[in-house]
């Protein structure tokens, strides 16, 4: 009885506490929206929620945006879960005004009446990269602002293979002659693990010549038009087949998202295939690399990336639309702050002008935008959700030694039957 | 709180003494229930009773602004009620049970209601919100800018006081720099005389007859801004932020004359189904924007009749049990071994031993979940290299399972060691020794008399350990993630347990499906719930013949 007395003390002690911090803060509120009228106090207030990493890269700007014009500008990181959180709070009434997220949210927020669509001027938009506006684009309208892109690469060891090889199937063939010299015990560090990763595999699937969806008239993907269980999406899993564990050996499922990148800077393989987010890892290990496009199979279709984009969106039941518009398609427009959300994370800015200005200091970026030039658009209509796990999964099972027709019908069945 | 109740009950428990506690002589029944005022339990009471009164209040706040009244009513019931209850001298045991109670109803309760309400209704990603959100979303996501029309640049201005006049919208045209002003009449041309402009920007700094809102000033008055609309000849001006404004046309509207949105474009429209809680066109295509509905039992039919979620559902649930019983046994066996082994006087260093055996208890399961997952790795793991081996664990259905039953081993046995400890030292020595002295062996004892006994105090932990790993979706999540999964079948894996699996239905398709999910979690509960009343009820009868 003791003990949950005392727990009830504390337990009502914490709420009143609560209770006594809330009424602070909203009494606090108060004046300064009735002392509006001198600029200095004024002002609403603007609340962005980002990631951790970015957060502490916008909240520079953030503070300048809000003290250029008068404004409270709060940038609230959430670790984890952006999305679903972002979806929940705003139903409640209790999210943002501006999140920032990748792209292949958009259809998810969308179908949610989450995010509203950014009106961007003419010559707005053209200061972006062409790819970057067009993942952004859902339904005919631009629901975001991009300010980063990001895409897979090969990255290579340069020590052990100097020259950038054109085809998988050169690429195997110094990977195998390193392993046979003791100089590497992997062929190729590409993540797939039990389940797989669909996002890794895809230059190899297009290469193979497998498509996720069509597109229809407009350009836009079509989820009706669905390409896994197509012949085309076997014939890319046959030749994906080769390169498994019962083939080649240059696939394999031990290689997982976690050791996939330190397995490759600690020398291990020469060939990584990952994104500019592994770059810090490998100029931490001192690793002499260098970086080029993903090779296809010889003979084969061009291996195109995914290219995801990085963008702010204006929440639709925010509390201050207006400034959450102002701040996403006038501020978020400048180069300023591409180039420290650059130097914040690597990714290649999205902004033309930014791009250009921090091309000459890091000779990388080039390299993997070069290498997503030829890259398709993350697919951001709902149905893209349905994709990932068994697509992942049929890869796993391939790589493991399965039937390739069998297992890519089956993925193939299950997509569709999850797609509304 | 337990100065002032404890009076009762110790007054009821030893009469005797009451007397000399309150200084008042017992006369009649009645008299009993006066329990002694001391000064610490009025003063408990008093901030207990406050802080009552103080969160009710902090609550009531947000209920008003939302004009939530039901809820609002709840809590002024619920407060009135625990004020007269505690102020009162009578309804001692209310007294006891209410707090209790409370918290049954809002942390237990409650979830469960709304969990199993939810499972009637679609609710899920695209489904989230009331028809008049969805239709609100669609409006707004089908503005477009009206082809060639004007970009203006914007200032916000005011006729009256900037935190309360009506809003006008002072337009510039960067191209022809005419001027313009604009509110919900229409637009009318200003004489460029009037207006003072920035160069840099070409917005309006200043006009004649109008005060120009700086954007703090403008963005406290957010929503006039957004809801002030243009009327054109093309369709509307409306502000994009407080800087510019476009001249934009929403192509779908909602028609309430035939429950529908009309595309004004494409004359296309798409009917509100009810059912599906979706505006849906003639030829079957679904707009992405939906509401919640009330589906009735369709969750519970597409359970049970969907032959994806019925189909492996039998195989599923005979390894969910496997895995909870082969977890809870497993562990149990071997750390009730240990217990035994370091209950036996002869053995030193005990202490020793038992703080490195619990000590996988003390780090956090999260991460060891992932370590051994790595560790189970084909050509990395430590225990393929260790022993020299090439088992790939998690790609064969068989050796899947036996590497997550020895992870839930290796994390659980702390547990069962440590509870079995407590209940052997519990157990009288004499009675082992009896049992010698009657010229039984260690294992005869330990069968006839140790191992009863211990089982009558720890069934019902190994019963709330059956349940819990019935359920323990971190185990697998973290390690196999179900997997390996049959090359014709990505959707239900060897390891999967039904939670995972269940999982993997709800969330893995097309945005979440909250209103599938609730129910096959119904349908878990009922089968933990049977399970458990099963157990106990065979605990209840050992208890009876061993007691």
Not at chain 1, 96 to 115: E, S
Not at chain 2, 477 to 502: H, M, Q, S, V
């Amino acid at each position: 009885m003791r003990i949950r007395t005392t727990g009830v003390v504390a337990v009502l002690g914490l709420a009143l506490a609560a209770s006594g911090c809330g009424n602070g803060s909203s009494s606090s509120d108060k004046p300064a929206a009735q002392n509006s009228a001198t600029p200095a106090a004024a002002g609403g207030k603007l609340v962005i929620w980002a990631d951790d990493k970015r957060t502490a890269a916008l909240k520079p700007f953030a503070e300048e945006f809000g003290k250029e014009n008068g404004v409270k500008v709060e940038v609230q990181a959430v670790s984890k879960d952006l999305q679903t959180n972002f979806v929940t709070a705003s139903q409640q009434g209790s999210g943002p005004d501006v999140v920032v997220g990748a792209h292949d949210w958009i259809g998810n927020l969308v179908q949610n009446g989450a995010i509203d669509p950014v009106q961007l001027a003419a010559e707005q938009k053209s200061g972006f990269n062409e790819t970057a506006i067009k993942a952004v684009t859902f339904n005919g309208q631009l629901y975001g602002v991009p300010y980063a892109t990001e895409n897979v690469a090969l990255i290579r060891n340069t020590e052990l293979a100097p020259q950038a090889p054109k085809t998988i199937e050169e690429l195997v063939a110094t990977g195998k002659q390193l392993k046979a010299q003791k100089k590497a015990s992997e062929i190729l560090c590409l993540q797939s693990g039990q389940n797989g990763d669909a996002y890794h595999i895809y230059p190899l699937y297009t290469s193979g010549g497998g498509y996720l969806f069509g597109t229809s008239a407009n350009g836009d993907y079509d989820p009706k038009d669905l390409g896994v269980g197509k012949p085309e999406s076997i014939a890319a899993f046959q030749k994906i087949a080769k390169l498994g564990e019962k083939g080649e050996g240059a696939l394999k499922r031990s290689i997982t998202p976690e050791n996939s990148i330190s397995t490759f800077t600690s020398k291990k393989c020469a060939f990584l295939v990952s994104g500019p987010w592994a770059i810090a890892d490998a100029k931490k290990a001192n690793i002499s690399y260098d970086i080029s496009p993903v090779p296809g199979f010889a003979g084969g279709k061009e291996a195109q990336p995914f290219v995801g984009v990085q963008a702010f969106y204006v929440a639709a039941k925010g509390k201050n639309k207006a400034l959450a518009q102002e701040f996403v398609s006038n501020y978020v427009t400048k180069p300023e702050l591409a180039v420290a959300l650059y130097k914040a994370e690597p990714r290649p800015p999205a902004l033309t002008a930014a791009f250009d200005q921090v091309k000459g200091e890091d000779a990388d970026l080039a390299k993997f935008a070069e290498a997503g030039k030829n890259g398709q658009v993350l697919p951001a209509i709902p149905a893209m959700a349905a994709i990932w796990d068994p697509f992942g999964k049929a890869e796993a099972a391939v790589i493991g030694g399965a039937d390739p027709a069998k297992t890519v019908t089956s993925a193939g069945k299950a997509i569709q039957g999850q797609i509304k | 709180m337990s100065t002032s109740l404890s009076g009762p009950g110790s007054a009821q428990q030893t009469p005797g003494r009451e007397p000399v506690r309150s200084g008042l002589p017992r006369k009649s029944r009645t008299a009993r229930n006066h329990a002694p005022i001391t000064a610490t339990g009025l003063i408990v009471k008093v901030i207990l009773l406050g802080l009552v009164a103080g969160i009710a209040t902090w609550a009531a706040f947000p209920l008003i602004e939302a004009k939530e009244w039901l809820g609002l009513g709840v809590l002024a019931v619920t407060t009135a009620a625990l004020l007269y209850l505690y102020l009162t001298r009578r309804h001692i045991p209310a007294k006891y049970l209410v707090p209790g109670t409370l918290f049954l109803v809002a942390f237990q309760v409650i979830p469960v209601l709304y969990t199993a309400s939810t499972a009637f209704t679609n609710f899920g990603d695209g489904h989230r919100g009331t028809k008049d959100d969805a239709i609100v979303a669609i409006q707004t996501s089908s503005v477009k800018q009206v082809p060639g029309s004007t970009e203006y640049a914007l200032s916000v201005a005011t006729k009256g006081d900037p935190a309360t006049g009506p809003l006008v919208f002072l337009l510039s045209d960067p191209k022809t720099k005419q001027v313009y002003a604009g509110d919900a009449d229409g637009l009318r041309q200003l004489d460029a005389g009037q207006v003072t402009a920035s160069s840099l920007t070409g917005r309006i700094t200043a006009a004649e007859g109008y005060t120009v809102l700086n954007i703090g000033q403008a963005s406290v008055r957010s929503k006039d801004v957004t809801s002030l609309i243009v009327p054109t000849e093309g369709g509307a001006i409306r502000s994009t932020g407080l800087s510019r404004a476009y001249e934009g046309k929403a192509a779908r509207a909602y028609e309430a004359g035939c429950d529908c949105i009309r595309d004004g474009e494409s004359g296309r429209t798409w009917a509100a189904d009810e059912k599906t809680g979706s505006f849906v066109a003639a030829d079957g295509e679904r707009l992405t924007q939906g509401w919640k509905v009330n589906v009735g039992l369709k969750n519970f039919t597409r359970v049970l009749t969907d032959p994806n979620i019925s189909g492996p559902f039998f195989g599923t649930l005979a390894w969910n049990f496997a895995f909870a019983i082969g977890s809870t046994g497993l562990t149990f066996l071997l750390g009730m071994a240990i217990a035994l082994a370091l209950h036996s006087p002869r053995m030193r260093g005990t202490n020793l031993y038992r703080v490195l055996l619990i000590l996988p208890y003390a780090m956090p399961s999260f991460a060891m979940l992932l370590v051994w997952r790595d560790m189970f790795n084909t050509d990395f793991g430590l225990i393929n290299n260790l022993f020299g081996l090439n088992v790939d664990w998690f790609g064969e259905a068989w050796s899947a399972r036996i590497a997550v039953l020895l992870v839930q081993l290796w994390l659980g046995y702390p547990y069962m060691f440590l509870v079995a400890t407590g209940a052997l030292q519990a157990i009288p020595r004499e009675l082992t020794e009896a049992t010698s002295v009657d010229g039984a062996t260690p294992w005869q004892s330990f069968k006839a008399v140790t191992l009863p006994l211990l089982l009558v105090a720890i069934s019902p932990l190994l019963i709330a350990s059956f349940a819990y790993n019935f359920n323990n979706v971190n185990a697998i999540l973290f390690t196999t993630d179900g997997g390996p999964f049959p090359a014709d079948n990505p959707r239900n894996g060897a390891t999967d347990l039904l939670i995972t699996y269940t999982y993997r239905l709800a969330f893995g398709a097309q945005g979440a499906e909250f209103g599938l999910a609730a129910t096959v979690s119904i349908f878990i509960f009922a089968i933990v719930a049977i399970v458990s009343a099963i157990s106990f009820s065979r605990t209840r009868k050992q208890e009876e013949v061993y007691a």
